[in-house]
């Protein structure tokens, strides 16, 4: 392998991704709705991540003060045994937040993975890993919490993050081994294969950079629907347990119709930290998707 | 084609073999007893005798594989079993199923007359005003969760207004099916297809604007053909493929999505079961909905599978 | 592109017209009801469909009632199906004072073993059969072999010796003396020999019978239409006072408080501070606070029969530090009326020992510490009722807890009652029993208990003072044994009592309750004089 030519393409590649980088950039900066969910998204980490370290007091049930308004003491009213409502969003913010960034990370890492091996490969490997990926998509969710609930006895926070990702990477994988199988007869990765590189060579440093935008833009919006699906889980009754406050549990008092209709704080603000979010977080996978999609340049 | 469609067919009993095999061993690992539902705690161990005999006819004492086949053999034959407190599986579901399918085929309907037809619109005129509206309005349904959207319907829309029922399916005093069926199927129906709306309308509108921005387009267009015309003929139609795939695998998601709705609604479809038996741990009944749901998921894979072989000739030389 | 967008118009307006359609035709047939409903309610929409039928609501999501099928009368009472079966007996409102009601006359023999009951002359079950005592015989057997079933059915027959029947009359021979024998008969519903004899009675209460029950009382099933609701309508061959309303419709509900919001029940009974407070703000219900002993109650779980012991709670030191730990009195003020017990007798019972339970959270620290237990382990509690309330004061005991140094978690069983014992994997159970009297709450304590022999490893220590409690019948003896029953209790602590809660009943103004009528328990039955109800114009 001629070591010059190869350097000499790579420069020239770097050169023009930093200048296609800011044009990106400038065209992400135009897109209003898109940058305003960047914002939001940011504003609202960063404020439950500052309550998080700040420590506030999420859990000091005070009896008598229970299902207050909100006023100066307590900004977004207090829950229905008296705990700091303001203080439960930003701790909580910081665990649904969690839930749906490790859930949507890790499910787009494992399903790129398994999509990348299974298109570039094809044939055999490719039939038994869609056939693996058909098995997962057909498990309903809630049966699998349900089981893992009951076998390891614990509704903890890791069943949960165990089990989002466990039935979560079918998406990312179609989509990859779909790009994976039209790119690997494009010219550049016979020429690779030509040279001798090696498969994981080829499949993760030459292939998977031409598939990463969908991946970024379909894991931001994955973000979104872990937490949403936390939420659900929880108004079942399977979510995270109370002690450990998240979005989902926090709104789960909205079960209660007299909550419902006689202390509406305590159900708007969860509720709304949600859609917030999750709004935000969809402005801004689309606002990616425009910016990133090269069919669209 | 039909060999493609047979291959496909015939994938499906092993993969559902392997599915049911999972959960009937995944439900025994949670070492749930049976017999503490069927029989009292008082009498478990006032009555010994019975229940050891009832554990015995049940054939609980019997190792686990040979509990799974007799099980699996009992549903080949059409017998579903029993739940733990001992209502017929296959009546329930008998009951519940076309419940269910109701609501998830109205909430379909609707949800992709509407979603595609804004996410068109807002193509065609991108970053118009409806694009703004409909994309907000769209992703702002997606963004509440769909449970809140219900107990909020219910709220104003049964509550404060009186216009729909609550609850349940039918109500004893109706005159007229069809209103009867209307009033109880329109709030649930219309939480799921809020839900289902915004990521239609996404993909619609994404699919219809790599379309229109494609080359044929652009060529179409320099002919000098109308621009309905271009819309209509090339536009809509190449967009439509793509679309009716993710429609097509939404299904069971609408169908996972009734689990949440049917208990906000006490709508009693299979979700509402399913919730249920899986609080209750009635695992009969989990382990029958689960199967249902998984071989709902598989027939819908299998459709996208067939779609797509139809839209490209060489998806099917792939295989 | 017009042309589609004329046809998205098009169906939009389709959509709109038929709603309107829908909506319209509602209005319109109830227009009437629905103007005297705003008008009486004020604040609440008028329901869906109003006409001469009384609403009830049967809840589904507490796992004892299913659905598909009439809820058998022999675990609780429910006013639905009340209205289908009846007693040889029946209570009035305290539940103690007994009236015949199948029965003809009764006898009972100077030293309480012998009951003599004569059944009245032609009764008829809805199907025309005669009601006999055959009836009443082997309801009696197979209440014993049932697997579904309120224990003070077999905590009382259990102490049957023989049934002996001679044309209407049935006598009872008992070997010892039970006190209550009538009040619990007055509870226990007579069920048809003749539908249900050959049914298994391990599965009594999912026989298909219930879809299509023959009832004794003063209603029958009309229709029963699965996951919705079902109707009755009056039994013809009741040979009681036919009652004024003709037709009841209890819907399938997965919330009580919705239900009667929504219009959907006339009756809705709790002790839940949410489902309290919801009703209490609706103007057109009526609030009927009831007199019932609610016990809510923490247990130990200690170790069962076979000797499978959970070492953490043997120390009654820890025991009594983890009460120590939790402020009752302010666990309290979680529902709408709860009263702090100290032992199975009420505080304002001339029986109660004046013994307490004291929160100090500082000594229970120091305690816990000096009781040698393991800091390290997690504390297990399990929690059975799904509603806002109990979890909010699971949350609440799990922080005390937390302040007293222990790492806590809480789970909501799903395995019914049994979890505690089957897997002896919880330290603590939160529980709740509606009893029927302060026996039943003591009846728990004795070695022979199904249930409770499995949590206190058959500990024989209070079997005859609970056998004395059931014989007792003067006041004075009763109250002697109860003082010697309490501080046993109290020096034990395997269960801690937390407080009495109130129950409610609530009933809509659309129907008239006749003068004098006072509830009960709602899970027991008494005379409510329901031929009298009517329903409001």
Avoid at chain 3, 201 to 223: H, N
């Amino acid at each position: 392998m001629s070591n010059p030519a190869t350097t000499s393409i790579k420069e020239q590649n770097k050169s023009a991704a930093s200048s296609l980088f800011r044009r990106n950039v400038r065209k992400f900066m135009n897109n209003k709705l898109a940058l305003l969910g960047l914002v939001v998204v940011v504003a609202i980490t960063i404020a439950c991540v500052i309550g998080f370290i700040a420590g506030v007091d999420f859990n000091t049930p005070v009896l008598p003060d229970m299902k207050k308004p909100p006023s100066s003491v307590h900004l977004f009213g207090t829950d229905t045994i008296g705990r700091d409502l303001f203080a439960r969003v930003l701790v909580g913010g910081c665990y649904s937040i969690l839930i749906g960034v490790f859930c949507a990370v890790m499910s787009s890492v494992i399903g790129a993975a398994l999509g990348a091996v299974a298109g570039y490969f094809g044939g055999k490997t490719d039939t038994f890993l869609i056939r693996v990926s058909e098995v997962f998509q057909a498990f309903p969710q809630l049966v699998l919490v349900m089981m893992l609930v009951a076998i390891v006895n614990k509704r903890g926070l890791g069943n949960l993050l165990f089990i989002f990702v466990f039935t979560g990477w079918m998406t990312t994988f179609r989509m990859v081994r779909n790009e994976f199988m039209s790119i690997k007869g494009e010219t550049y990765v016979k020429v690779c294969e030509a040279f001798g590189m090696s498969k994981n060579n080829i499949m993760f440093k030459q292939i998977l950079p031409n598939v990463m935008s969908p991946i970024i833009v379909s894991t931001t919006t994955n973000v979104a629907f872990f937490i949403l699906q936390e939420a659900s889980l929880s108004f079942i009754g399977l979510g995270v347990a109370d002690t450990t406050p998240t979005w989902g549990n926090i709104l789960n008092a909205a079960k209660s119709v007299s909550v419902v209709t006689n202390q509406w704080w305590i159900w708007l603000f969860p509720g709304l930290a949600i859609t917030l979010f999750v709004l935000a977080i969809n402005f801004l996978g689309d606002g990616l998707r425009d910016v990133l999609d090269a069919k669209q340049q | 084609m039909l060999k493609f469609i047979i291959k496909k067919l015939l994938m499906m009993i092993p993969m559902l073999l392997l599915i049911s095999f999972i959960v009937y061993f995944g439900l025994q690992l949670t070492g749930i007893d049976p017999i503490n539902f069927m029989v009292s705690p008082e009498m478990l161990s006032a009555n010994k005798e019975n229940v050891e005999a009832l554990r015995e006819s049940l054939g609980l004492n019997d190792p686990l594989i040979i509990q799974y086949f007799r099980w699996l053999g009992n549903c080949l034959r059409g017998d579903l079993g029993y739940s733990f407190d001992g209502s017929s599986i296959a009546s329930i579901i008998k009951v519940r199923l076309p419940y269910t399918f109701e609501l998830a085929g109205y909430s379909l309907v609707l949800s992709a007359i509407i979603g595609i037809g804004i996410g068109i619109i807002s193509a065609v005129r991108q970053n118009g005003v409806i694009d703004y509206v409909g994309r907000v309005l769209a992703v702002l349904g997606q963004a509440v969760p769909q449970f809140l959207v219900g107990i909020i319907l219910i709220q104003v829309f049964s509550i404060k207004l009186g216009w729909f029922p609550s609850a349940n399916r039918v109500s004893p005093d109706a005159t007229n099916a069809f209103v009867d069926a209307f009033q109880h199927l329109f709030l649930p129906v219309l939480t799921l297809t809020i839900g289902m709306v915004a990521v239609l309308m996404r993909y619609a509108r994404n699919t219809m604007l790599d379309v229109l921005n494609s080359d044929y387009i652009k060529t179409a267009r320099s002919k000098g053909i109308p621009e309905w015309k271009v819309y209509l003929k090339h536009g809509f139609r190449n967009a439509m493929k793509p679309v009716l795939v993710i429609l097509v695998f939404r299904i069971p998601m609408l169908v996972g999505g009734s689990v949440v709705i049917e208990s906000v609604f006490s709508y009693p479809g299979i979700g509402l079961t399913m919730t249920n038996a899986i609080v209750s741990g009635d695992y009969p009944i989990v382990l029958v909905t689960t199967l249902i749901i998984a071989a709902a998921m598989l027939i819908c894979s299998f459709m996208v599978d067939v779609f797509n072989a139809l839209l490209d000739p060489r998806v099917r030389l792939g295989e | 592109m017009k042309k589609m967008l004329a046809l998205l118009l098009a169906t939009t307006l389709t959509a709109a017209s038929l709603a309107g359609c829908g909506g319209g035709g509602e209005t319109s047939g109830d227009a009437t009801n629905a103007a005297t409903e705003a008008a009486a309610s004020g604040e609440t929409a008028a329901p869906v469909a109003s006409d001469g039928s009384l609403k009830l609501a049967v809840t589904t999501g507490d796992g004892s009632t299913t659905d598909d099928r009439i809820p058998t009368p022999w675990y609780n009472r429910i006013l639905a199906t009340n209205l289908m079966y009846r007693g040889l007996f029946l209570a009035d409102s305290t539940l103690t004072e007994v009236e015949p009601d199948m029965a003809e006359s009764y006898e009972v023999s100077e030293d309480g073993l012998v009951y003599t009951i004569t059944l009245k002359d032609g009764l008829k079950w809805s199907d025309g059969e005669p009601i006999t005592v055959d009836d009443v015989q082997w309801s009696i057997e197979t209440a014993l072999e049932a697997a579904q079933i309120n224990s003070i059915y077999t905590a009382a027959f259990k102490t049957i010796s023989s049934i002996a029947t001679d044309g209407n009359t049935i006598t009872l021979t008992l070997s010892e003396p039970y006190a209550a024998m009538l009040d619990v008969l007055a509870q226990f519903a007579i069920l048809p020999k003749h539908s249900l004899e050959n049914a298994d009675p391990l599965k009594l209460e999912s026989d298909t019978f219930w879809t299509a029950p023959v009832t004794s009382g003063m209603y029958a099933l009309d229709e029963l239409n699965v996951g919705n609701y079902f109707t009755l309508k009056v039994n013809e061959n009741y040979e009681g006072e036919a009652p004024k309303i003709e037709k009841v419709t209890c819907y399938f509900v997965s919330d009580y408080v919705t239900a009667a919001q929504a219009g959907n029940t006339d009756y809705v009974y709790g002790n839940a501070a949410d489902l309290v407070e919801a009703l209490q703000n609706m103007s057109n219900f009526n609030a009927h606070e009831v007199d019932v002993l609610f016990y809510k109650y923490f247990i130990f779980n200690m170790k069962g029969i076979d000797g499978n012991e959970n070492p953490a709670m043997q120390n009654v030191e820890v025991r009594k530090a983890i009460i120590e730990a939790i402020d009752r009195a302010t666990l309290a003020t979680l529902y709408p009326t709860a009263n702090v017990l100290n032992s199975g007798v009420p505080n304002y019972d001339p029986a109660y020992n004046g013994f307490e339970y004291t929160f100090d959270a500082e000594k229970a620290k120091a305690d816990i510490a000096a009781s040698g237990y393991d800091m390290s382990r997690t504390l297990k509690i399990c929690y059975y009722n799904n509603d806002q309330t109990t979890i909010d004061l699971i949350n609440t005991v799990v922080y005390y807890l937390q302040q007293a140094g222990l790492t806590v978690e809480a789970t909501l069983s799903n395995d019914g009652t049994t979890d505690l014992f089957t897997t002896r994997d919880y330290d603590l159970g939160f529980k709740g029993k509606s009893a029927f009297s302060i026996d039943e709450w003591y009846t728990e304590y004795m070695s022979t208990d199904g249930l409770f022999a499995n949590i206190f490893g058959g500990d024989t220590s209070f079997d005859a003072l609970v056998a004395d409690l059931s014989k007792a019948v003067t006041e004075e003896d009763r109250n002697a044994v109860l003082t010697e029953l309490q501080a046993l209790e109290q020096e034990k602590v395997y269960k801690v009592p937390v407080f009495t809660v109130g129950t409610y009943v609530f009933t809509s103004n659309r129907v008239n309750i006749p003068e004098g009528v006072e509830f009960c328990n709602p899970l027991y039955m008494c005379d409510l004089d329901f031929e009298n109800w009517e329903l409001a114009q």
